[in-house]
Each structure stands twice: as structure tokens, then as C-alpha cells.
């Protein structure tokens, strides 16, 4: 990020003083941090509104509800997890509608107790690999947060990209997990 | 209005799995302040640069130089800033999708498929370094390129159906 950074800062300075436009720098940089002030309060409403009836759907046993029914799916992806399955099922449950702040907790508390049964410190077990895979390719039943962004950006049909959103991010997430169990059991094809 | 009915349906069953939704809710709405917090200083810097990338003639000259490769790709120039950030940083990515959504708006092409590729994508090497850092896993074995691969399908599906559900 630091790079990226930079070169656009310098690329940017560079371009105005070779073009003549040196004295628009300062301008241009304050209109840009004076812009993230609104963006902020732009975006506020969606955060505000999701987070909070986010939690009430946490409060109403919603994530325990979903974990449950997410068994079948946990045997498959995590043979392994042991004590850890619990953290595992409500990390992608709360995943799965779209909590990430929820997620994280349980997430870390899962690495904490597979990482206990880990025969080699320091290196990831295949359980570790699996839950990360899942994580970094987030399936979502239901984008709130995002549905919420563009309604405060005036959009006429806020849902109207949750159809698309969700089939590609069900590929990336299929795609993640059938590499996974690749990479996990490479004997099983060949039996 | 979708939306509404699943509002309505989740305040009705906590209603019957009776839930405080007045507290449950205020204690959510509360955890959005942090994060409002820490999304400002990131969208500062980013803002700042961009604008002034913009301003000095920088982005244009880039547009025409990338133009013809991401032509023949099918991707929108004003995606690229999203593309990038995305793995790295979520504040920058809603940044990204704002701009977009700011200067086309949310139902132009580019606004939609902004949208689905950042309700498709995750902020993987946050996610990664987070999870493995909380237990000093040094050794990640096939973690990151699989990462990369689930990164690069759902860039690469959300423009498709993009095109396919909003038009090419």
C-alpha cells in the first residue's frame, strides 16, 4: 500500500509541476482529504443501520442457527478440526451473512485451537489453510452493507447487483475450496 | 422492495425469539463509530492521492498508455483503482467504490460492476496476515496462491456477470 501510495503521490506532483500546475497541488490534496470527510458521513447511514440490525440478527441466535446447519458441509471441508469445529461453523456462519465483524472473533479463536493441536508450530496445518481459503474468498447470502452504500448513493435499485454478486463470489469460493481439497488429499483421486 | 421484507422478517423473528432489539440494535449501530474512525484517515491519504493524480493530468495520460490492454480485457478504466486496493485494504476499496458510484453513479455500468466486485472480493492479505500473525504461523504452505486464484475468479466472474446481467 505504501508504494502504491507514493508513486501516485509522486507521479501526481511530477505531472503538475511539468505541466505548469504546480501551485493546483495543494488544492488538489486538500480537496481530496476534505472529500473523505464526506464519504464518511455519506457512507455512515449504511454502517450505522447494518451494524446495528446486523446484531440484532445475532442476538436472535441467527449465526448459532446457521453454524447448525452447516455440519455436513464442516465434515467435508475441516475432517480435522477437533475441538476447533465449533469456532469454525460460527466463523463462516457469521461469514456467510455478511458479519464480518463477528466473523473475525471466531475466526481467531479457531486458529488459537487448531494451532494447540499443531504438531508443527509455526507451520499451517490443513485446517488453518482451508479456514483462510474460505475467509478470503467471503460468500455472502445477503451483501447488506453493500446494498446499503449504494442506497445512500442515490441508487434507484440498490439490490439490483446482489444476483451477480453473489454467483461470482460463489465461484471464488468454489474455487478456493476445490483447490483446497486438492492440495489437502492428493491420495484420494488415485484410490 | 426485497429489502424491506428482509428487514421485516429478521425484526419479527427476533421479536419472537425475544430479543432486545432496541438494545441489540444500539450496541451494533454502536461498533460502526470505530470503524468510521478508522475508515477516515486511510480515505484521507487515498483521496488526497488520487485527487491530485487526477488533477495534475497523471491519470489521463495512464488512461490513454493502459486503454488498448484493458480494452481488449472488457474492463472499465475506472475499475482499475478498486482492482488494486482491494486485497490490501477495505477502507481504500469502499473509497475506490464511492468514487465510482460519485462520479458515475451506482446504476452506470461501471457503478454496478463496481458493486459486484467489491461484494464478490475480500481484503485477502489483511485476512492473512491477521488469522496466521494471531498464532505466528510463519509457514502459510498453498494458503496464498489460493487466495490469489479465489481474488482473480471473482474478479474475473463479477466483471463477466456484470456484462451478462447489466449489459456489455
Not at chain 1, 136 to 149: D, H, I, N, Q, Y
Not at chain 1, 150 to 157: L, V
Not at chain 2, 36 to 61: E, H, N, Q, W, Y
Amino acid at each position: 500500500m505504501n508504494i502504491v501510495l507514493l508513486l501516485l503521490l509522486l507521479a501526481g506532483i511530477a505531472a503538475s509541476l511539468l505541466s505548469g500546475r504546480g501551485d493546483g497541488v495543494l488544492a488538489a490534496l486538500q480537496d481530496g482529504t476534505a472529500n473523505a470527510v464526506g464519504t464518511v458521513l455519506k457512507t455512515s447511514g449504511a454502517y450505522l443501520l447494518w451494524m446495528g440490525l446486523l446484531n440484532v440478527a445475532e442476538q436472535a441466535g441467527l449465526v448459532r442457527a446457521l453454524s447448525k446447519l452447516l455440519s455436513p458441509v464442516l465434515r467435508l471441508l475441516f475432517p480435522d478440526a477437533g475441538r476447533a469445529k465449533e469456532a469454525i461453523s460460527l466463523n463462516l456462519a457469521a461469514n456467510l451473512l455478511g458479519m464480518g465483524n463477528a466473523a473475525t472473533p471466531y475466526g481467531l479463536d479457531a486458529m488459537r485451537l487448531l494451532n494447540e493441536a499443531n504438531p508443527r508450530p509455526g507451520v499451517a496445518t490443513n485446517a488453518m489453510c482451508v479456514l483462510l481459503a474460505v475467509n478470503a474468498s467471503c460468500l455472502e447470502v445477503f451483501p447488506a452493507t453493500l446494498v446499503g452504500l449504494r442506497a445512500s448513493f442515490g441508487s434507484t435499485d440498490p439490490a439490483a447487483v446482489v444476483l451477480p454478486t453473489l454467483l461470482s463470489s460463489f465461484a471464488a469460493t468454489a474455487a478456493a475450496v476445490i483447490l483446497c481439497l486438492a492440495c489437502t488429499r492428493p491420495c484420494r483421486s488415485r484410490s | 422492495m426485497p429489502v424491506a421484507v428482509l428487514i421485516l422478517a429478521l425484526l419479527l423473528y427476533a421479536a419472537i425469539r425475544r430479543v432486545n432489539v432496541f438494545e441489540a440494535f444500539r450496541a451494533g449501530a454502536a461498533r460502526a463509530l470505530p470503524l468510521m474512525k478508522t475508515i477516515l484517515p486511510t480515505l484521507a491519504v487515498f483521496s488526497a492521492a488520487t485527487s491530485l493524480f487526477r488533477a495534475s493530468g497523471a491519470a489521463d495520460a495512464l488512461h490513454a498508455l493502459l486503454a488498448p490492454v484493458l480494452n481488449a480485457l472488457g474492463v472499465d478504466p475506472a475499475l482499475v483503482p478498486l482492482l488494486l486496493v482491494r486485497p490490501f485494504s477495505g477502507s481504500a476499496a469502499v473509497g475506490a467504490l464511492t468514487d465510482v458510484f460519485t462520479r458515475y453513479g451506482p446504476d452506470s455500468r461501471v457503478g454496478l460492476t463496481a458493486s459486484v466486485l467489491l461484494g464478490s472480493s475480500e481484503t485477502i492479505f489483511y485476512t492473512l496476515a491477521l488469522y496466521f500473525g494471531s498464532v505466528g504461523i510463519r509457514r502459510t504452505r498453498f494458503t496464498v496462491p489460493v487466495a490469489l486464484f479465489a481474488m482473480l475468479t471473482s474478479a474475473a466472474c463479477g466483471i463477466l456477470f456484470s456484462n451478462l446481467f447489466f449489459g456489455a
